[in-house]
């Protein structure tokens, strides 16, 4: 279907999609796995792995990028690192319950905002951070850092349409804080400039204008002068047709069910040069179980 004859994402629509899933892995995970109609020749074992493929193949596209964040030696690792002056910070949005932030951020970064607009989830990552601080539950799902003061996450409930990462508590309800606190006060840090945006599966719910909107205010957020990134991480659909053998251009497919839309490698490539933004670099996530949409990470600068 062409881009330009689709209708754009409601917010409310998506909300209250989102409201009826679960706040577990599952239910965050449901429409990343199968954001249509679950193809029958998908091995659902296998899928229970994808948590995990999903998020070593996220810390190794950053650490590609930014090797002095590895916190331990490896082939990556700079022998002489860049020495990093402040804390790192990175924004990770449309968050669900914390997933990317625990398994993947909180690993490489210090401190972490985390933005999520559905309350279950919200409240669900809250929960799991504050049991975190707590030292409760499983050894390895404790989230890093958290209980010993090392690193934080604080929590915002909100919308990309309106979220302003330059003034992350002007269009937001501050839900708390775990972990590491500024002796000054708990947000005396919350408009600091960013290291790193992640964005990932949440896109699809912002029109091309919301878009580029947002990523242009993701853009102001970052670091002056550094290797601050952001990072976008999608399915595709496929440049060309069901009946098509050749490149025809940007598509863009809408999902009816949660009020989202799924943008092809080209259309993501024309969103980013609208935003204003230079591709640094370009990955497919390997590992993933056949019969699965393409899922690719970029990084933008």
Known sequence: MASSSIPDPVVKDGIEYWNTQPASLDGVLGKSLYPYHPPPQVDATLCKSLPRVDALGSRQF?????????????????????????????????????????????????????????????????????????????????????????????????TLQSFDPTHPLSSTKLIGRVGYTPQSSPDSDINVPLDVAWCQWCLGHLSDVDLISFLQRCKAALRVGGRSLIVVKENLCRDFGEELDTVVGPRTVFDEQDSSLMRSDLAWKKIFKDAGLILMKEQTQHGLPEGLYEVKMYALR
């Open 62 to 158: 950053l650490l590609g990028l930014l090797p002095e964040l590895s916190t331990v030696p490896s082939a990556i690792r700079p022998l002489s690192p860049p020495q990093i002056q402040h804390r790192t910070r990175a924004l990770d949005v449309g968050a669900g319950i914390g997933r990317v932030t625990s398994t993947v951020l909180l690993h490489l970064i210090e401190d972490v905002v985390l933005l999520e607009p559905v309350d279950s989830f919200i409240n669900g990552a809250y929960s799991a951070g504050m049991a975190s601080a707590k030292g409760q539950g499983k050894a390895g799902e404790r989230w890093k850092g958290i209980q010993e003061g090392t690193k934080s996450v604080t929590f915002l409930q909100g």
